[in-house]
Structures are given as C-alpha cells and as structure tokens.
C-alpha cells in the first residue's frame, strides 16, 4: 500500500526559516491509485489553459479589494462561495460547476468542506498570482507559504493555510475524486480564468 504525504509549510519571520504547520499520511486504496492515474492522464492530454481561455484573464485586485477579501474571512479561517465576488468570480456558478462534477455524492459534510476548502484555494491562488511580493503562496507540490507575507495579513493567511491542511486532510483527494483537475494548483487556476465563472458586472441603464 503506498502513503501519500501532505504537508503544510509556514514561513516563520522570527526565523526566517520554514517550518511545518503539520503533515499527515493518508493511505491509498486501490480506486484512489486507479483516479491517480487517470488524472495523470488528463494532464498529459490536458489542453493548455492559453488556448482554452485565450481572452481570459486573472482578475485585478485593488488594495481596497484585499482588505474586503480579509474582513470576509471566517475566524476559522475559510471563506464561503458567496465571498468570492470580491475577487471577481460568481459563487453560484462556482456552486453550479460543483455539483455538475457530483459534489452532493459526497456526502452533506464533504461537500460543505469542498466549498469552503475550494474558496480558500481560490482567494490564495489570486492573491498569490496578483500580488505575489505581498502574498508568497505556492499550491504545489503542497500548500505552502514561500516568503514573509504582508505584515497586517500574516495571521490571517496563515489561519487559511492551516484550515485548508485540516479539510485537506479530513477529506482527501477531492479534487481527483471530482475530477476537476489534475491538482489543486490546475483546478483553482482553470476556475478563475473560466469565462462561466466570472461575476457579471452590472451596467447602469
């Protein structure tokens, strides 16, 4: 049987060293190993999300916009899909791109952890591709906080590391079982740059 690690690193700035905020193991079964390989798959035959979205791009954020994007957050740290407007993404639709991949066949605890654990990745994913000297994030190979973060935002990003390690490791392989990408880094990455996914600006008449 083959044991997967899942680690979470945390940039200590007392240090200026990286040290562990926790790992674990889960165990693979057969099925996992079997939706391991058939994720391998996809990304080999994985269209480039260039040519998917040519017109698409992240969305822009303000320092207005970060500081609204920190007092959504829940004290445990997630943020719920309904945040997600404030980086310019519609949460229904995320919702809706859920539950077409099967998200209820979860089970009413799993799929409530998907939906915030998928809303943390997205608001690290954007903050660390928009504002990356502010926010030094990496999805891969695990989550992990790369550089000093943003003095007056530390804790808090710190607090959505830790809570998407503890969903992560309470429901493991989400991502591979819906199939809605070859990881996490994929998955947040294809979500923002969707077309479908894009909060719809309202014009005034």
């Known amino acids: 049987m083959t044991s997967f690690v899942f680690a979470v690193i945390v940039y200590s700035e007392e240090s200026s060293e990286y040290e562990s905020a926790g790992s674990f193991e889960s165990s693979s079964t057969e099925d ?42 829940n004290v445990e740290g997630y943020w719920l899909l309904d945040d997600l407007e404030l980086i310019g993404l519609d949460g229904k639709k995320v919702e809706e791109l859920l539950l077409k991949a099967g998200a209820k066949s979860l089970g009413t605890t ?10 943390v990745l997205l608001v690290l994913k954007l903050l660390a591709t928009q504002l990356p000297s502010q926010f030094p994030l990496r999805l891969l190979p695990t989550l992990h906080i790369t550089g000093k973060v943003e003095g007056r935002y530390v804790s808090k990003v710190k607090k959505a590391v830790a809570y998407a390690a503890k969903m992560a490791h309470r429901h493991p392989n989400l991502c591979g079982r819906l199939e809605l990408g070859y990881n996490w880094d994929s998955a947040t990455e294809d ?15």
């Open 32 to 73: 996992e190993l079997e939706e391991r390989e058939a994720l391998e798959e996809l990304e080999r035959d994985a269209e480039p999300l260039s040519l998917k979205y040519p017109t698409r791009q992240y969305p822009s954020l303000e320092e207005s916009d970060v500081a609204a994007i920190f007092q959504a957050q």
């Open 110 to 119: 799993a799929h409530t952890a998907l939906k915030r654990l998928l809303a």
């Open 191 to 205: 979500i923002l740059l969707n077309p479908s996914c894009a909060k719809v600006l309202k014009t005034a008449l």
